[in-house]
């Protein structure tokens, strides 16, 4: 099939990639020419395993093509709107990219399309950009059929080739039978294991994406709050995660306590399902309440260290190992380790730090913070007096402790995704800090 997809970031790149990867005639459209012209020489602007290989391969084959025109992509059958919905000042998507791409298309419309909304978008907007290619053509003088589909996507960042491939399901919103079945057909080489294509209304589609990251979230968020009252009356939140994990209705998924969840896809899109509530007229207290444990979580880190330190930290090096807000990416957004490095920042703390990726975009959103990067998780740890585990990374999961001891001025470390073996590390000598663990020294 003829597929275009405005939008080259996250998930048009990766939706492109892998569609091209099907053997599908793929054109992938951006406004910003640089970021063109270094994809089409195989710069891929994030990183995400397995995604470079996939660009430069079906770039070579020929399947996959890339343009700053859109014109070029309304030559496609269908044509998928992949832009961004950031979050605005209140909190809410902002739809102004989509809704920009959606006059264009009436502008410049030369045949009846399927549009197809990959974007996080709110219940409704598919209406909105009906609407407004529908006015657009009109004072372009264009009549042409076209229909909106809601397909949102399920993609984790670091696994993101992986869940397309091989996805759980394949939400497909439509009101018309016969695109229902032109969508099937576009997606049938990924599901021919396990037939999960699941067609509903629109409105229902463009809800399931921001009730499955919620639910995500309130997981997270639950299993957090949980840990910090273990922390209080002297319970260990690892052998309770185990024990309510082995319950099959609840499981082990998305329930290992840290120091928050960060990312574009989670703050974003509880902030922006609380502010839709909100605008019909409903207080949304449970998803409301996720959000506030969360945004605590992001503290919990700096706490322990001022609890343990307090007017010491302005004497003193922090080696924070991991920058992302999770492994296999260098995505940034909303990552814990920002809100750990300003705090020790204001107390006059020296921030050393390491990430196997995310460096480049650190140095970005960290811009007006004071932070020395290293290349190495052992180099950073010369003179500091206590290690921050912020990202699990699979390169720390079992790392020199004598190594690190040696060359650590201090012997604490803090450990904000409960990795090691708290008995082991105090025998080598460590004071040793866990997430909702009581008295880990």
Known sequence: MKVSIIGSGYVGLVAAACFAEMGNSVMCIDINEEKIKKIKKGIIPIYEPGLEKLVINNIQKGDLSFSTDIVDALRFDIVFIAVGTPMGEDGSADLKYVLQVAEQIGE??????????????????????????????????????????????????????????????????????????????????????????????????????????????????????????????????????????????????????????????????????????????????????????NKLQKDVLFNKIKINFNDKIKEMTFAIWGLSFKPETDDMREAPSIN????????????????????????FYLKNQQVNYFDDKYSVLINADVLVLVTEWKEFRSPNFNKILRLMKGNTIIDGRNQYSSDFLHELGFNYYQIGVKDNS
Do not use: W
Request: with cysteine.
């Open 108 to 293: 410049n419309i030369s045949h009846d399309l399927i549009i197809v909304n990959k974007s996080t978008v709110p219940i409704g907007t598919a209406d909105k950009v009906k609407e407004v290619i529908t006015n657009s053509m009109k004072k372009n003088n264009k009549n042409y059929n076209f229909h909106i589909v809601s397909n949102p996507e399920f993609l984790k960042e670091g696994v993101a080739i992986k869940d397309f491939m091989h996805p759980d399901r394949v939400v497909v919103g439509s009101d018309n039978n016969d695109v229902i079945e032109k969508m099937k057909i576009l997606y049938s080489p990924f599901l021919v294991s396990n037939d999960r294509f699941i067609d509903m209304d629109i409105r229902s589609a463009e809800m399931t994406k921001y009730a499955a990251n919620s639910m995500l979230a309130t997981k997270i968020s639950f299993i957090n709050e949980i840990a910090n009252i273990c922390e209080k009356v002297g319970a260990n939140v690892n052998k309770v995660r185990i024990g309510i994990g082995s319950d099959n209705r609840i499981g082990y998924k998305f329930i290992y306590p840290g120091c928050g969840y960060g990312g574009s896809c989670f703050p974003k899109d509880v902030q922006a399902l609380i502010k839709i509530a909100n605008k019909h007229n409903y207080n949304p207290q449970l998803i409301s309440a996720v959000e506030s444990v």
């Open 340 to 363: 750990l490095i300003k705090s020790i920042n204001k107390f006059g703390g020296i921030v050393n730090a390491y990430d196997p990726k995310a460096i480049h975009e650190a140095k």
